[in-house]
């Protein structure tokens, strides 16, 4: 596919270890994990459940206290990793100067403002309250985080969230990616965000019975992707955002450029609502190898979906396998869910900037516990401990959704 060349110029995320991009990137490297043991006050039962929290993150010292006022967790985490990529960008909030009339927003979130509606029946029931906050229905709306970075920032373009479970995000950012390359858009300010601690919710999850075990001890070790004693997903919360530009419009005001974006392909498995399929992912990594010009010889490492489910990782091994053929156990592949958890709607984003760094630091971070792999999911070289100073010159992120939903994402690295 031809088009403008797309840059990334701009990155922002708000880090469960409560740094900055550097830091998060570089404690990747070292195999930390952001799990902690999750205990809530809940009557009558408790959650207690591994789950990555940013404990550090205050809304109103990001926001400030009006603004963080009108917004669900969800919103706020979004919102303030968009103003973090923003400024990366080296774009300021109050220069009123650019016509930013065509420069838009797409955001992924899987489950929106649920926190919100979960507070809201808590107030009915358990406080005995018969009216909510006028706010209610805008904390909770989907759209809350796109519309809230549009109305901050002044963009006047598309304005538009998307929900399509795990790859949320990673829609997301394709959709802004193909309105840069085509021209109707500049700059699109891109990303996720999720807030999953709702109580419904985390019981829904486990339910499914796709949680990870776990207690205060084994908690940080208790994701384990491609490991034959993994035990399922961890979930956490988190916002991530990326600016995407038209090359030559950053080139022209001297932006930092970190990356390139080249392709996105997308598929749908129509098989399953919740068993993926690995002829579903082959058709999305084959899509985004077309779309960006590149043969499987010309990838140098892939994020990994891997969610550290009993079915998930084997298809998604499988897939690569199909893909990049003989040259499958030469291809770098870690799962950094084993460190920074699985964000839902905003995990694509965590791990595209994820992607990125690695193409911009020429490292490439591991799957973390992965001590023992279960043979179902060799025939990759799965990466065990960082690498450091590798050539990196272009890399997938992938994002594999309940509801059978597919989607890749290719960057490059700036030679």
């Not at 990747?28 to 799990?35: K, Q, T, V, W, Y």
């Not at 384990?224 to 419009?249: K, M, N, Q, T």
Request: charged share 20%; net charge negative; hydrophobic share 45%.
């Amino acid at each position: 596919m031809t088009g403008r060349r797309v840059a990334v110029t701009g990155m922002g995320l708000v880090s469960p270890f409560c740094g900055d991009l550097v830091d998060f990137f570089d404690r990747l490297l070292a195999g930390e994990s952001a799990i902690r043991f999750l205990r809530t006050d809940d009557v009558p039962r408790p959650l207690a459940m591994p789950f990555v929290s940013c404990s550090g993150f205050s809304a109103d010292a990001a926001l400030g206290r009006a603004l963080a006022g009108t917004m669900d967790r969800f919103a706020q985490l979004g919102v303030a990793a968009a103003f973090g990529a923003w400024a990366d960008a080296g774009f300021s909030r109050a220069d009123t100067a650019q016509d930013r009339e065509s420069w838009g927003v797409a955001w992924g979130t899987a489950l929106g403002g649920t926190l919100a509606y979960e507070n809201g029946y808590r107030d009915f029931w358990q406080k005995g309250r018969e009216r909510l906050s006028p706010l209610s229905l805008i904390l909770g709306m989907n759209n809350a985080a796109n519309a809230h970075i549009s109305i901050q920032l002044g963009l006047g373009g598309v304005s538009m969230s998307h929900t399509v479970a795990c790859a949320s995000s990673a829609i997301a950012i394709g959709e802004a990616f193909r309105r840069v390359r085509s021209g109707e858009a500049p700059v699109m300010l891109t990303g996720g965000s999720d807030a999953p601690q709702a109580y419904a919710v985390a019981r829904a999850w486990e339910a499914l019975r796709v949680l990870a075990d776990g207690d205060e001890n084994t908690a940080p070790q208790s994701c384990r992707p491609f490991s034959v004693d993994r035990s399922g997903l961890v979930l956490g919360e988190g916002g991530a955002a990326l600016v995407l530009e038209d090359w030559d419009h950053a080139v022209a005001r001297g932006a930092g450029i970190h990356g390139e974006m080249l392709g996105y392909g997308t598929s749908c498995d129509h098989s399953h609502l919740v068993r993926p399929e690995a002829a579903g992912q082959v058709r999305a990594l084959k899509a985004a190898l077309a779309d960006s010009g590149l043969a499987p010889g010309d990838i140098d490492y892939v994020n990994a979906h891997g969610t550290a489910t009993a079915e998930g990782d084997p298809v998604e091994v499988a897939a690569l396998r199909a893909v990049f053929g003989e040259g499958a156990a030469r291809l770098p592949v870690s799962a950094t869910k084993s460190m920074h958890g699985h964000q839902l709607g905003a995990a694509a984003a965590v791990e595209a900037i994820v992607t990125v760094l690695a193409l911009r630091e020429q490292a490439l971070p591991p799957t973390a516990h992965l001590t023992n792999l279960d043979p179902t999911c060799a025939g990759v070289d799965h990466v065990l401990a960082a690498r450091r100073s590798q050539t990196v010159r272009a890399a997938l992120s992938n994002s594999f959704a309940f509801g059978g939903s597919n989607a890749v994402l290719v960057f490059r690295a700036v030679a």
